[in-house]
């Protein structure tokens, strides 16, 4: 099975590029960015929604659904993609980051992770062939190595011990992996260490992977330090294989990792904010809860051409969001998903055409962002 | 402005009809079920999901949307269709239920009702004038006249007081009302007492309204008593205008009442069930959160032809209902009224065809009712 990425083009001026990425259920433009589906579903939005708002890849969560409702029973039912009725691609994450940062952590050893389920306190064990095991019940297009998000902050040798043992656990992923309609992603990590995301970058590109990702930022720095490693980072991977840089998806952001050469982003952001009622416009943030919406019956984005903006009134989902109504969540995720998946589509345009410091430039100076 | 109703057939063997209700925004066949959008919303469905399950008209409520957004607010927005975005058919009930049900009433008078709002305790004084200036603000096709619902058990002496009370209410109302592109039904009360409907709908109908309800049933008095009244209510009505049951709405709610005469139902049980994870199949209500359907990867309904069930497995919805997720709510939401409007269009096809209660025994029978 072939996952072949096609680095398309270069903008003249800066590192960004856009390509496309082959996979088992079509293929994906980069640079790209994935709605987050933690449970199986991309809260609030249909399989539909998420295709009319071209939704090309959904990210879905490891450690969310090997606890409830497990990997098996996903298996069962013949896949994520069929549970889910969702035919384009998928991308499961290791399970890593949550076992981290949600689970009641127990102990870290060489040969996995020992901790306690955030729900009901069940003792669990993860190791590199676990979570492929669980990866591969899953049955995403795009899965990732088991790897250790060290902290922010974290020491030098923390951080150096713990990519290490990260590159021992991934070469234990790729002998446990056995399906040959996935492609398994290394991650580089390294903390805020030039030397180390180059120590780890030279160790995973030893295995020749169809993609890597950058993990190990957006995990509470301050947005200079990653925009630093960012500076290097996606260089020190192969240029003729996706980076992904995890868990993260501001339109700054976005803007930022692609200049630097970043192919893919993820991130609950877009949809959380939407859930507490704020949105994203050409101008900006604005939180629709604001009672200087209520009598205003122009749409969340006068420059938005997506189904939200062409139906519905800011006075109409604040009064629908102040009510905690359902419909109020989905207008809002999907106008919030739509702008980022939009402002992508235009972003490859730009780079295409050789314009992209100038389209970002435009953005940044609309939304209020300094470049 | 015409309401026109046709009546366009009886049927031979029971007192069900088919008819046309023409309004503003469209013709409604009858009989019909009323999906309940309380908030200016019907919970978790879009207006263009409930085009796709042939809602040809909806419900709204009178004292939430007095307490907020605020009838006022509506209006400057052009109106409840346009706030809510929904170009079909709407009735607004008149408040009065909500008043005595929900509010902490403080006081009936001749005058109105004071009552302190649910929400913040806010003191508010609905009188029929005030309901109508309410309703007419809102625009619905439909208005209702403000009534008190008498509570089940109620004495005689209290029931019969309330009744004409609400028949001088009816005459204010009708005073009150002067837009002529809404249409104002009566309510018949009059509790479980024969002679006190009779008495009520003679008051009502001197006045020639374009369509009548019967209120005051399916507050809680069981359910042999509510087809006893049901057995002479609707004959108390004229035959050549619509005839209204509220706040009813379970299949056999509907196929007794549609038996007795009766044309146009709304509730909000399909739709709060749902969100319970109770849902509609032909054999029956199922709750899906049950064991036994977690590993079940077949639709809701073998025999149900909506969206839902061409798509979705139970096992996966009671997983997004297990996990509270706000696509299970859609899922299921949708598939208990399309399978309501779907069995309401079956029973006008049936009593086109004159067999009627062929249908209904037919579906008793698969679920699991008694006739």
């Keep these: 099975m072939s996952f072949e990425y096609k680095l398309k083009k270069n903008c003249c001026d800066t590192k960004a590029r856009v390509g496309e990425l082959s996979t088992p259920h079509g293929k994906i433009d980069t640079p790209i960015f994935m709605p987050v589906g933690t449970k199986a579903t991309v809260k609030s939005m249909s399989p539909e929604e998420l295709e009319e708002?071209?939704?090309?890849?959904?990210?879905?969560?490891?450690?969310?659904?090997?606890?409830?409702?497990?990997?098996?029973?996903?298996?069962?039912?013949?896949?994520?993609?069929?549970?889910?009725?969702?035919?384009?691609?998928?991308?499961?994450?290791?399970?890593?980051?949550?076992?981290?940062?949600?689970?009641?952590?127990n102990e870290i050893t060489e040969k996995g992770v020992t901790f306690q389920s955030h729900l009901d306190g069940s003792k669990h064990f993860i190791s590199p062939e676990k979570s492929i095991e669980i990866q591969m019940s899953l049955g995403a297009d795009i899965i990732m190595a088991f790897d250790e998000c060290a902290p922010y902050p974290a020491k030098r040798d923390y951080v150096k011990n713990s990519l290490e043992r990260t590159t021992r656990w991934l070469e234990r992923c790729i002998a446990a992996h056995t399906r040959d309609d996935q492609a398994l992603f290394g991650i580089m990590q390294g903390g805020m260490y030039r030397d180390l995301r180059e120590e780890s970058a030279q160790q995973i590109t030893q295995f020749d992977l169809p993609g890597y990702a950058i993990g190990g930022l957006?995990?509470?720095?301050?947005?200079?330090?990653?925009?630093?490693?960012?500076?290097?980072a996606p260089d020190?991977?192969?240029?003729?294989?996706?980076?992904?840089?995890?868990?993260?998806?501001?339109p700054f952001d976005l803007f930022e990792g692609v200049m630097r050469g970043v192919d893919m982003f993820d991130c609950v952001f877009p949809t959380r904010i939407a859930r507490n009622g704020a949105v994203f416009t050409s101008h900006g943030r604005i939180t629709i809860r604001n009672a200087k919406f209520k009598k205003d019956f122009t749409p969340l984005d006068h420059e938005c051409d997506c189904y939200v903006c062409n139906n519905y009134t800011r006075g109409y989902i604040r009064h629908l969001i102040k009510r905690n109504e359902i419909l109020g969540l989905r207008l809002t995720t999907y106008h919030n998903l739509y702008f980022l998946l939009d402002m992508m589509e235009k972003i490859r345009q730009a780079i295409k055409e050789d314009r992209f410091l100038e389209y970002r430039a435009q953005f940044y100076k609309k939304y209020g962002l300094e470049e």
């Design 236 to 250: 020190l991977l192969p240029e003729d294989k996706p980076r992904y840089l995890m868990g993260v998806g501001t």
């Design 218 to 232: 957006s995990v509470g720095e301050p947005k200079e330090e990653m925009l630093e490693v960012l500076d290097y």
């Design 53 to 105: 708002i071209k939704s090309q890849i959904i990210l879905s969560n490891t450690y969310h659904l090997y606890l409830r409702p497990g990997h098996e029973l996903i298996e069962e039912a013949g896949g994520l993609h069929e549970f889910m009725n969702w035919e384009h691609p998928i991308l499961t994450d290791s399970g890593g980051f949550q076992v981290f940062s949600l689970g009641d952590l």
